[in-house]
Protein backbone atom coordinates (compact mmCIF):
# COMPACT_ATOMS: atom_id res chain seq x y z
CA UNK A 1 0.00 0.00 0.00
CA UNK A 2 1.44 3.59 -0.93
CA UNK A 3 1.95 5.52 1.95
CA UNK A 4 1.28 9.86 1.29
CA UNK A 5 2.02 12.54 3.70
CA UNK A 6 0.04 15.41 3.51
CA UNK A 7 1.12 18.44 4.81
CA UNK A 8 -1.16 21.19 5.54
CA UNK A 9 -4.93 20.92 6.90
CA UNK A 10 -6.16 24.14 4.47
CA UNK A 11 -8.62 23.44 1.56
CA UNK A 12 -5.57 22.05 -0.70
CA UNK A 13 -4.38 19.29 1.91
CA UNK A 14 -7.49 18.45 3.00
CA UNK A 15 -8.35 17.61 -0.31
CA UNK A 16 -5.19 15.75 -1.25
CA UNK A 17 -5.48 13.80 2.34
CA UNK A 18 -9.25 12.26 1.16
CA UNK A 19 -8.49 11.67 -2.41
CA UNK A 20 -5.02 9.75 -1.69
CA UNK A 21 -6.89 8.09 1.41
CA UNK A 22 -9.82 7.40 -1.32
CA UNK A 23 -7.28 5.81 -3.74
CA UNK A 24 -6.30 3.30 -1.16
CA UNK A 25 -3.23 4.84 0.08
CA UNK A 26 -2.13 5.12 4.01
CA UNK A 27 -2.75 8.61 4.30
CA UNK A 28 -1.05 11.15 7.25
CA UNK A 29 -2.59 14.81 7.29
CA UNK A 30 -0.12 17.20 9.17
CA UNK A 31 -1.30 20.15 10.45
CA UNK A 32 1.00 22.68 12.44
CA UNK A 33 -2.10 24.59 14.18
CA UNK A 34 -4.44 22.92 16.52
CA UNK A 35 -7.33 24.19 14.36
CA UNK A 36 -6.30 23.27 10.97
CA UNK A 37 -8.72 24.03 8.31
CA UNK A 38 -10.08 27.78 10.45
CA UNK A 39 -10.18 29.60 6.71
CA UNK A 40 -12.13 27.43 5.26
CA UNK A 41 -15.12 28.46 7.58
CA UNK A 42 -14.81 31.84 7.41
CA UNK A 43 -14.34 31.47 3.69
CA UNK A 44 -17.53 31.81 1.24
CA UNK A 45 -19.96 32.92 4.48
CA UNK A 46 -18.79 29.62 6.34
CA UNK A 47 -18.88 27.23 3.01
CA UNK A 48 -16.16 27.10 1.31
CA UNK A 49 -16.37 27.90 -2.20
CA UNK A 50 -13.71 25.95 -3.74
CA UNK A 51 -15.03 25.49 -7.57
CA UNK A 52 -14.77 27.54 -10.69
CA UNK A 53 -18.38 28.41 -12.55
CA UNK A 54 -16.54 27.06 -15.48
CA UNK A 55 -12.95 25.73 -16.55
CA UNK A 56 -10.59 28.61 -18.64
CA UNK A 57 -7.03 27.15 -18.68
CA UNK A 58 -5.87 30.76 -19.78
CA UNK A 59 -6.94 31.80 -16.19
CA UNK A 60 -4.61 29.48 -14.23
CA UNK A 61 -1.12 30.37 -13.57
CA UNK A 62 1.34 27.42 -13.41
CA UNK A 63 5.31 27.33 -14.32
CA UNK A 64 3.79 24.09 -16.20
CA UNK A 65 3.31 23.10 -20.04
CA UNK A 66 0.01 24.03 -21.28
CA UNK A 67 -0.28 20.16 -22.20
CA UNK A 68 0.46 19.91 -18.49
CA UNK A 69 -2.27 21.96 -17.26
CA UNK A 70 -4.56 19.95 -20.00
CA UNK A 71 -4.20 16.98 -18.80
CA UNK A 72 -4.31 17.95 -15.18
CA UNK A 73 -7.91 19.77 -16.06
CA UNK A 74 -8.95 17.09 -17.88
CA UNK A 75 -8.38 14.42 -15.42
CA UNK A 76 -10.67 15.84 -12.90
CA UNK A 77 -13.33 17.06 -15.04
CA UNK A 78 -15.25 20.30 -13.22
CA UNK A 79 -18.96 18.33 -13.41
CA UNK A 80 -17.02 15.57 -11.44
CA UNK A 81 -15.84 17.84 -9.19
CA UNK A 82 -19.79 19.61 -8.91
CA UNK A 83 -21.18 16.16 -8.35
CA UNK A 84 -18.78 15.22 -5.55
CA UNK A 85 -19.40 18.33 -3.51
CA UNK A 86 -23.05 17.65 -4.43
CA UNK A 87 -22.73 14.34 -2.69
CA UNK A 88 -20.71 15.32 0.24
CA UNK A 89 -22.69 18.85 1.26
CA UNK A 90 -26.24 16.06 0.93
CA UNK A 91 -24.27 13.63 3.39
CA UNK A 92 -23.43 16.38 5.87
CA UNK A 93 -26.89 17.32 5.79
CA UNK A 94 -27.79 14.08 6.43
CA UNK A 95 -25.38 13.42 9.53
CA UNK A 96 -26.74 17.01 11.21
CA UNK A 97 -30.08 16.42 10.32
CA UNK A 98 -30.56 12.59 11.23
Not at 75 to 88: D, F, G, K, V
Amino acid sequence: MPRVVVVGAGAAGTMAAIFAASAGADTLLLERTEDGGRKILISGGGRCNILPSSVDPTRFVTDSSPHTLRNILRSWPLAEQIARQIRNAESQQESVVG
